[in-house]
C-alpha cells in the first residue's frame, strides 16, 4: 500500500536524512530530478504501483536522481523488511531481538502505516500489539515513537488495547492523558 510504501521511504530518510533535500548546486544539476519531499512523495506513489525492481529504479530514478534511487533501492533489499501485514498479524513471528535499531524503525513504521491505513478499530488494535512485543524485546524507544504516530490514527470511538498501557508516560508526554 502507499500509506506502507511512505513509511519505507521515511524509515530510508532518517537513515540518510542527506537524501530528504538536495537542490542541486549548480544549473546543470537543475537540470535533472534531484531528491526533495515533493519528488519522494510522487516516488511513494509510484513505486506503490510498479512492481518490478528494474521499472522501480528507472521511475525513482526519474523522480529522485539516479544516486538517491539505486541507495533506496540498495536499502530496501539490504533491509529485506517483511510484511506488515503479515507482522502485524503475528508480531512474534519476527525476530527481534536481532533486529538493528534502524530495520526495527523500518519494519514498525510500516506496521503503523498498515494498522493506520483501513481506519477501521480492529486494524488500529492490531497495530498495538506489534508494538508491545518489539518493545519487550529491545526496542522500547522505537516502539514508543512509533506508539505516539498510531495513536495519532486513532478511528472514532476506538477503545484502545490493555498493549497500550505499556506507552502511557511516552503518551501523556505527548499530550494524550487518556489514552485507555
Request: net charge positive; with cysteine; charged share 15%.
Given at each position: 500500500t502507499r500509506a506502507v510504501t511512505t513509511?519505507?521511504?521515511?524509515?530510508?530518510?532518517?537513515h540518510r536524512p542527506p537524501l530528504l533535500h538536495m537542490l542541486p548546486t549548480d544549473d546543470s544539476g537543475a537540470g535533472h530530478a534531484w531528491p526533495s519531499p515533493r519528488t519522494w512523495d510522487a516516488?511513494?506513489?509510484?513505486?506503490?504501483?510498479?512492481?518490478?525492481?528494474?521499472?522501480?529504479?528507472?521511475?525513482?530514478?526519474?523522480?529522485v536522481g539516479l544516486g538517491a534511487a539505486h541507495e533506496f533501492i540498495t536499502w530496501r533489499s539490504a533491509m529485506d523488511l517483511p510484511d506488515p501485514a503479515d507482522v502485524t498479524a503475528d508480531p512474534d513471528s519476527i525476530d527481534w531481538a536481532t533486529l538493528s535499531?534502524?530495520?526495527?524503525?523500518?519494519?514498525?513504521?510500516?506496521?503503523?502505516?498498515y494498522a493506520s491505513s483501513p481506519g477501521t478499530t480492529a486494524a488500529w488494535r492490531a497495530g498495538w500489539k506489534a508494538l508491545a512485543v518489539a518493545s519487550e524485546?529491545?526496542?522500547?524507544?522505537?516502539?514508543?515513537?512509533?506508539?505516539?504516530?498510531?495513536m495519532t490514527s486513532r478511528p472514532r470511538n476506538a477503545t484502545p488495547p490493555a498493549s497500550?498501557?505499556?506507552?502511557?508516560?511516552?503518551?501523556a508526554a505527548a499530550g494524550y492523558t487518556s489514552a485507555a
Open positions: 513509511a519505507h521511504i521515511a524509515a530510508f530518510i532518517r516516488a511513494a506513489r509510484i513505486l506503490t504501483v510498479i512492481t518490478d525492481e528494474a521499472t522501480q529504479t528507472l521511475a525513482l530514478a526519474g523522480l535499531p534502524d530495520r526495527a524503525w523500518a519494519v514498525l513504521t510500516g506496521v503503523v502505516a524485546h529491545g526496542h522500547a524507544a522505537i516502539a514508543a515513537a512509533c506508539a505516539l504516530d498510531l497500550v498501557k505499556k506507552f502511557a508516560t511516552a503518551l
